[in-house]
């Protein structure tokens, strides 16, 4: 670090000693700015408080402006001929980053290629880097002396009523405290601070007392053959304390989540913590209550949490008070003392991996810290991501298989309904089939509940003219926009752009626009024509904008008091609801067709994941999927609940171009406001990638540049490059080195995104 560094600092002046002395010497880094660490010499006074991991203030550039910065490294060596600035003061009481977790950030920045600074602050909370909810307060003690000769000292009866309260009580108090506590104003406590009697310090304190709800406790159960099996594995590495990765593949309703959390009870059993990765909608009332339940000191990190609230958390589970951490992707950031276990429950969820710099997925996060903590990771689903099950065929790690339910409940029967029959029927008008409708009748004779799951939002998904062709798109964004009818409104999905919803052509004033596709708002439209006195509820992000309203729209309908729950992939995942008989899928196609080599493998699993949400309870379930291939592959698998089917279909297309999980991908977007600049720049990146990866031979694959398939996004145009490889780590260091010597035009931004998820 300290060679790069030093090309910058000014060189000695020829009468300036050569410093043999022994200096601490800290490297420090900055969130933005320059990308490279800083030296700067550590004054006297902070010696032997300095360590890495805490934030410090520095003066920065020419004017020595004061600015925050990361302390990632502390050295004693001499200075040289060197001259360095010196540190100007520490930001936080402690450090904010153990060795192990500044070790997992210089990974993150080296794998994502991203800034160590920016990789420091997305590791950490804005809460806690905003020491949200604590003050500077001066905080009061009893002069220990004072208190000795108490019977001696002259002060007034109120005085010593105050250090009669500091003998008996732990302070330290605010003088607000004091004043409490003691029964008096504060007039004898500044009195007594003037007699030197009381010993004054500025701290930070809390501002706000934050509690956990309280909760029933729940017993554990006795497991399956299945379960026990899976557990076994489980403490036996857990036992051993070694890193292993173990890839539960479990159907729907196989009781992993009893498996994990009596794993969870062992390492809490050692004394350690143990960090619970779910995808943020999963983080229902139900998943928390179920931990709850069973740990009692628990910190659930989700995405409506205050600054202060998260900044609270962060500290007990800093401090090692707390046993479990359950939390969306953020949480594998955790600073638990002690970790160990890890588990990511539905690994193969996309959401696990975040879309802004750093790129990072929580699952290879998650694995390198669970290997540098050495302490097992769980990888838990039904539809494991193809990476996932390509390690465990290949043994970097461990299958453990569930493919029954508990109590040996049957999954449901999955049938698939062929739109292009339907669409040629003359009874068909919307879009629920005659058969599903009849299903739908049936499950509600019987007293059962119905999930319709359709996979996009608002009313209709495309708005054109059948006169002159004109598709109304979004200024910003090269994207249909979409009707909503409850505002009357045109609103594209991308950007928020809106614009009222015309009633003529706006291009050749044609009266008889037409509003196509469909969207949950016209599902739940036609639902409510066909079951005029059923009780519906639609869940997507128009209906659960308000913090609460997920939470509120499970608990009506576990309550029974909506018979037919309809959304988007909200409604897909996680959900455990005994009396849910029918589910219906109103188009599987939705994803089958994007420009996405994924598109196939998140057709299967949101299928295999909907129908799961049925037959949970003892009267069982049946699924229906509508479809226009009802003999693609996924669909296929998806319908026979058939994972292996799936992967044994899958992997060899997969691995016939090189894409994940057989080769590593990068993917970079270039995007601008004008056209030709944007497309200027990615043609040089292109150029210069592809002759540096001339020069190493072959094995590698340029795909582009080329326009991204969302060609336009709020305002700027955007090209794509995707970069193939089989040896990733060569492909990271080659993109790292053109990105150092191309220079972007003003107003052209890139980014790289590392085995991207996103296509689009
Ligand atoms: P998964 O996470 O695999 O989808 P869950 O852990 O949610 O499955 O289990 C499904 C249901 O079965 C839950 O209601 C759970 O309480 C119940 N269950 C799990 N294991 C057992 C068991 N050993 N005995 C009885 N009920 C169980
Ligand atoms: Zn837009």
Known sequence: MSTQSSLFDTAPEPWEQDDQSERQIASV??????????????????????????????????GNRSVPGYCVQVETRPLGQRRLKEILRLIDQQRLLTPSMLRLAEWMADYYLSPLGQVLEGILPAGVRQRAGTREAVLLSADAEALAKLAELKVTPKQRDVLQYLSLHRGPFTAAQLAKGAGCAE??????????????????????????????REAILDMNHDQQAALDTILGALREQRHETIL???????????????????????????????????????????????????????????????????????????????GARSAIFAPTPHLGLVILDEEHEGSFKQDTAPRYHARDVALRRAAEEGVPLILGSATPSLESWRRAQTGTAR????????????????GTIDLRTEARSKYT??????????????????????????NRRGFATHIQCPACGLALRCPHCDLSLTHHREREIALCHFCDYQTPAPRECPECHFEGIRYSGQGTQKLEAEVRSRFPNVAILRMDTDTMQKPGSHEEALAKFRRGEVRILLGTQMIAKGLDFPNVTLVGVINADTALHLPDFRAAERTFQLVTQV????GRGERGGRVLVQTFSPEHPAIQAAVRHDFNRFAKAELPIRQSVGYPPFGSMVRLIVRGPSFELAQLFVGQVAAALRADFARQGDGFRVLGPAPAPVGKLRGLFRFHIQLQSGDGAALRTTVRRVMAELKEPKDVQWTVDVDPLDML
């Open 429 to 454: 008008r919307g879009s629920i089939s005659r058969q599903l409708h009849q299903a739908m009748d049936q499950a509600l004779n019987a007293e059962g509940q119905i999930i319709l799951l359709l």
């Open 187 to 216: 007039g004898p406590i500044q009195a007594l601070r003037k007699k030197g009697l009381l010993k004054a310090e500025t701290r930070r304190i809390r501002t706000a007392q934050l509690e956990e709800p309280a909760v029933v």
């Open 29 to 62: 880094v900055f969130s933005t700015g320059p990308d490279r660490p800083f030296d700067y010499l550590v004054p006297d006074r902070l010696r032997n408080e300095l360590e890495p991991g805490r934030r410090v203030v520095v003066p920065f550039g020419q």
């Open 248 to 326: 539960i593949h479990g159907v729907t309703g196989s009781g992993k989540t009893e498996v994990y959390m009596q794993a969870i009870d062992e390492v809490v059993r050692y004394g350690r913590q143990a960090i619970v990765l779910v995808p943020e909608i999963s983080l229902t009332p139900q998943t928390k209550n179920r931990f709850r339940a069973r740990f009692q000191r628990i910190a659930v990190l989700h995405s409506h949490l205050s600054d202060t609230e998260r900044h609270w958390q962060w500290e007990r589970i800093a401090r090692g008070e707390i046993q479990v951490v359950v």
């Open 611 to 614: 129908a799961g949400r049925t």
């Open 399 to 414: 299958l453990v298989e569930m493919p029954r339910r508990v109590f040996d409940r049957p999954l449901p029967t999955v």
